[in-house]
Every structure is written in structure tokens, then in C-alpha cells.
């Protein structure tokens, strides 16, 4: 029963810290405030936005898979995260740098905020996930 609270306490602290940080992007590229006439549906900004926490979340997905030590000690899903990671993060800054109103007004800045969010903590988790694949293969070497 611990485990279970504490796992649910670790993921809304999670996404606690995931809105806050989406928030802070969003105040920081000047597109916090809400657009004036709500835009409802998808636009061609929002499916961008989508596709690129697309690929924020199967660079998580790699990188839960190096986790695992699945395949090359875990090399292969690390690479994986950090490339997805910054191709995530680099579609949600251009999402918001063409972004001309705030949230709601259609041109998917929450989304890119949170692609841009994602994808640097995805590039950060794969590097020190290589980094670690690494270290590991250096000791294992030395040790036969």
C-alpha cells in the first residue's frame, strides 16, 4: 500500500512539475495570455504540436527500453531518445516562435511548449542513459 501511494504522489508531483515547466516556457516566448476568440478542432499548428509530443514520448519509450537493458546494454534506445528528444524540442520551439496568439487560439502553442518540455527532458534522459551504457561497458571490459 506504501508503494502504491508513493508512486502516485511521485506522478503527480510529475505532472505538477511538467505544467509548471510548460507554463514557464510559455510566459517566457511572451504566449501566456488567452487568445480573445477560442479556436475549436484541429489545425494544421495543433496536429504539428501533437506529432511533435509524438515524438517526445517514443524517445520515452526508447528510453525505457535502454532502461531495461533490452539489446546493446541499453545504447540503441538511449540514441533513439536523444535524437527523438531533439527533434521534438526543435518542432516545439519553431511551433512557438511562428505562434502568433496564446492558448486557444489554434496554433497549438500549449502543445509545442510541452514538445519543447519533453523533448529536452528526453535528450537529458538519453544522455545520461549513454552515458551510464557506457560506463558500464568500460567496467565490464576491465573486469575480464
Request: charged share 5%; glycine share 14%; no cysteine.
Given at each position: 500500500m506504501k508503494r502504491a501511494f508513493a508512486m502516485i504522489l511521485v506522478g503527480l508531483a510529475s505532472v505538477a512539475v511538467f505544467a509548471a515547466l510548460v507554463h514557464l516556457v510559455l510566459a517566457a516566448a511572451h504566449l501566456s495570455d488567452s487568445a480573445a476568440n477560442?479556436?475549436?478542432g484541429l489545425t494544421?499548428?495543433?496536429?504539428?504540436a501533437?506529432?511533435?509530443?509524438?515524438?517526445g514520448i517514443a524517445g520515452s519509450m526508447a528510453l525505457v527500453r535502454a532502461a531495461r537493458g533490452i539489446g546493446n546494454r541499453g545504447r540503441g534506445g538511449a540514441i533513439v531518445a536523444m535524437v527523438t528528444g531533439s527533434l521534438a524540442a526543435i518542432n516545439g520551439g519553431l511551433n512557438l516562435a511562428v505562434a502568433t496568439g496564446g492558448p486557444g487560439?489554434?496554433?497549438?502553442?500549449?502543445?509545442?511548449?510541452?514538445?519543447f518540455v519533453l523533448g529536452f527532458v528526453g535528450m537529458a534522459m538519453g544522455g545520461m542513459?549513454?552515458?551510464r551504457s557506457r560506463r558500464t561497458a568500460l567496467q565490464s571490459e576491465r573486469a575480464m
Open positions: 477560442t479556436v475549436q494544421p499548428r495543433r496536429i504539428w501533437t506529432v511533435a509530443i509524438a515524438l487560439s489554434g496554433n497549438g502553442v500549449v502543445g509545442g511548449a510541452a514538445a542513459t549513454l552515458f
